[in-house]
């Protein structure tokens, strides 16, 4: 494979000698590997990390939802610059209510769209179909011009970009692959399964043996990581699997970075029940709004967004830990602040120009307050908003400082960077979003000793 530079978001990315592979295993926090291979369940990890390889500590963008984190991953930059910063969002523009899924919110081109640009067979296989637009964007659709104007325009070249839930309606017009279920052995996963993960690894290993890839981008579901904690059978035969994979892309020579887009951590009491602050009944309290308005958006000036919120409710319900609040004309912002830092639960509650600055989250997609839950509390609207009868097991979620931390490893010895520059969360030397970076231009620069810090 040639040597190839691409310059993308005021970073460099340099290419190595071997195909580079990122796997985001969606909802892992670290401990889930570290029981797993307590257990002996992932010897290829064990040994990559007793020889050859490199395990740093490690922040995800904020919030720590899904969306945010893949697109920082794939553009090497936090929300504030590519803008997608939930998986839903009130459309100020369209005074709406929508899903963050449709690339028109993108505001930054990705890693793939350049590399494909310059050259590189670029492949993108992502669990859940929600992220295909979003990441495909630039690849095998229109995506944000790489001059930075922000205009929309078709790729120079085609990539492959899919997704494991919809594997069967792939093709090559459209995704830039055709019989994939052929290609895998598998048929189409229910997108409520671990075998879905476990399709999207395997379609990379599968990818990789047939026809190559420079660079290729694996992102995984968090199905399991919502129903059971570390160490768990059903969680340490999940990372197992993992394991599996990762094996076969290191034997097919690929330089292999794992890390996630958030943690988990159980919203639940010593019961076992959901503990969830309702935030909407809440801020109406303090604010002595009318509770009969509850459910009718944006009525009386008051809309409560909960970013967590996509097609997977079976997942959460809707119940993550960060949540947005849109407030009346006159409303005194200050003393909703300072009440909300009150309440049993609330790690953190901002004005919307503070969250922008300390979490890199684009200010005009945010609400007038910001609202972050402690790790064992997940915020909701109100009780009659969630439907939690899909819930089959104890809460378990994620979206603010309790699932910041997540793994990040590669299987090369790489110099330690130095710790980020951030006020918040345990000690991290890097990113979700410096993986790409990492597996291309750091270890470059190792490999001809000129090793730099990110």
């Given amino acids: 494979m040639r040597s190839t530079s691409f310059t993308v978001n005021n970073r460099t990315y340099t290419m190595p000698d071997a195909p580079v592979v990122v796997i985001c295993i969606d909802g892992s926090e670290p401990d889930y590997h570290a029981e797993a291979m307590k257990a002996g369940r992932m010897p290829w990890l064990s040994s990559v990390l007793a020889g050859e390889g490199s395990s740093w500590p490690a922040h995800c963008a904020m919030p720590a939802l899904t969306n945010p984190n893949n697109l920082s991953i794939a553009t090497g930059q936090p929300s504030a610059v590519h803008g997608v910063c939930g998986n839903y969002f009130f459309d100020a523009e369209r005074g709406e209510e929508v899903l963050m899924n449709d690339k028109r919110f993108l505001r930054a081109p990705t890693i793939f769209a350049a590399a494909d640009d310059a050259g590189?067979?670029?492949?993108?296989?992502?669990?859940?179909?929600?992220?295909?637009?979003?990441?495909?964007?630039?690849?095998?659709?229109?995506?944000?011009?790489?001059?930075?104007?922000?205009?929309?325009?078709?790729?120079?070249?085609?990539?492959?970009?899919?997704?494991?839930?919809?594997?069967?309606?792939?093709?090559?017009?459209?995704?830039?692959?055709?019989?994939?279920?052929?290609?895998?052995?598998?048929?189409?996963?229910?997108?409520?399964?671990?075998?879905?993960?476990?399709?999207?690894?395997?379609?990379?290993?599968?990818?990789?043996?047939?026809?190559?890839?420079?660079?290729?981008?694996?992102?995984?579901?968090?199905?399991?990581?919502?129903?059971?904690?570390?160490?768990?059978?059903?969680?340490?035969?999940?990372?197992?699997?993992?394991?599996?994979?990762?094996?076969?892309?290191?034997?097919?020579?690929?330089?292999?970075?794992?890390?996630?887009?958030?943690?988990?951590?159980?919203?639940?009491?010593?019961?076992?029940?959901?503990?969830?602050?309702?935030?909407?009944?809440?801020?109406?309290?303090?604010?002595?709004?009318?509770?009969?308005?509850?459910?009718?958006?944006?009525?009386?000036?008051?809309?409560?967004?909960?970013?967590?919120?996509?097609?997977?409710?079976?997942?959460?319900?809707?119940?993550?830990?960060?949540?947005?609040?849109?407030?009346?004309?006159?409303?005194?912002?200050?003393?909703?602040?300072?009440?909300?830092?009150?309440?049993?639960?609330?790690?953190?509650?901002?004005?919307?120009?503070?969250?922008?600055?300390?979490?890199?989250?684009?200010?005009?997609?945010?609400?007038?307050?910001?609202?972050?839950?402690?790790?064992?509390?997940?915020?909701?609207r109100f009780p009659a908003w969630h439907d939690l009868t899909d819930l089959d097991a104890p809460l378990r979620s994620h979206g603010a400082l309790g699932e910041l931390q997540v793994p990040f490893i590669v299987n090369r010895c790489l110099p330690r960077p130095d710790l980020v520059d951030e006020t918040y969360g345990l000690p991290a030397c890097v990113h979700n979003y410096d993986a790409f970076w990492v597996a291309t231009t750091l270890v470059v620069q190792q490999q001809s000793g000129a090793a730099s810090v990110v």
């Avoid at 999940?238 to 034997?251: G, T």
């Avoid at 049993?344 to 979490?359: Q, T, V």
């Fill in 120 to 380: 590189l067979d670029v492949v993108v296989v992502t669990a859940k179909d929600k992220l295909r637009h979003l990441l495909g964007a630039g690849l095998v659709e229109d995506g944000p011009s790489l001059d930075g104007s922000g205009e929309f325009v078709a790729p120079t070249r085609t990539g492959v970009c899919f997704s494991a839930e919809k594997a069967d309606m792939a093709t090559s017009a459209r995704n830039g692959i055709d019989n994939v279920l052929q290609l895998v052995g598998k048929p189409v996963p229910d997108v409520y399964s671990a075998d879905l993960s476990e399709f999207t690894l395997a379609a990379g290993v599968a990818i990789l043996k047939s026809r190559g890839a420079d660079l290729m981008y694996l992102s995984l579901t968090d199905y399991i990581q919502h129903k059971h904690p570390p160490g768990t059978a059903a969680a340490n035969a999940f990372y197992e699997m993992i394991d599996s994979y990762a094996a076969q892309l290191d034997e097919l020579g690929a330089i292999v970075a794992l890390t996630a887009d958030h943690g988990m951590s159980a919203k639940t009491d010593d019961n076992g029940k959901a503990k969830v602050l309702y935030v909407e009944d809440e801020v109406r309290s303090i604010l002595g709004l009318d509770p009969a308005a509850r459910g009718d958006e944006g009525a009386d000036g008051l809309r409560v967004i909960l970013p967590i919120t996509d097609p997977y409710i079976a997942h959460h319900g809707a119940l993550g830990s960060f949540a947005s609040v849109y407030l009346p004309a006159g409303a005194d912002r200050d003393l909703l602040i300072e009440r909300l830092r009150t309440l049993d639960g609330i790690e953190a509650a901002h004005s919307r120009e503070h969250a922008a600055r300390i979490y890199s989250l684009p200010a005009d997609r945010i609400g007038d307050v910001v609202v972050l839950a402690e790790a064992g509390t997940a915020l909701g």
